[in-house]
């Protein structure tokens, strides 16, 4: 396993992660709203977090779960992250 295979595993294993943080901060917006819909707080912002966070996660897994495939997609993705690393500035 190359270094950017590694690197792409990590970003795939963020977004489970994310992707189940998200949706336990759902379950825990919608059991809040529940237990304690007499008070005068709007609790809806927990759930809208627990949305955002399941939503990076896809993101996540979209991006870097098709490029694992080792199709086309994981040679162009290599070249580009070859591309942005910061090259040896010392030569200047």
Not at 45 to 61: E, K
Not at 73 to 88: K, M, V
Request: glycine content about 12%; proline content about 2%.
């Amino acid at each position: 396993m190359d270094k950017y295979t590694k690197w792409i595993s990590a970003r795939v294993r963020l977004g489970w992660v994310l992707l189940a943080a998200g949706i336990l901060v759902i379950v825990i917006g919608v059991v809040a709203e529940w237990q304690f819909a007499d008070q005068p707080y709007n609790l809806k912002i927990i759930t809208g977090a627990g949305i955002l966070l399941g939503g990076i996660g896809i993101g996540y897994l979209v991006r870097y779960g098709t490029v694992l495939r080792k199709d086309g997609a994981y040679t162009r993705a290599c070249y580009e992250l070859i591309e942005h690393e910061p090259s040896d500035r010392r030569n200047f």
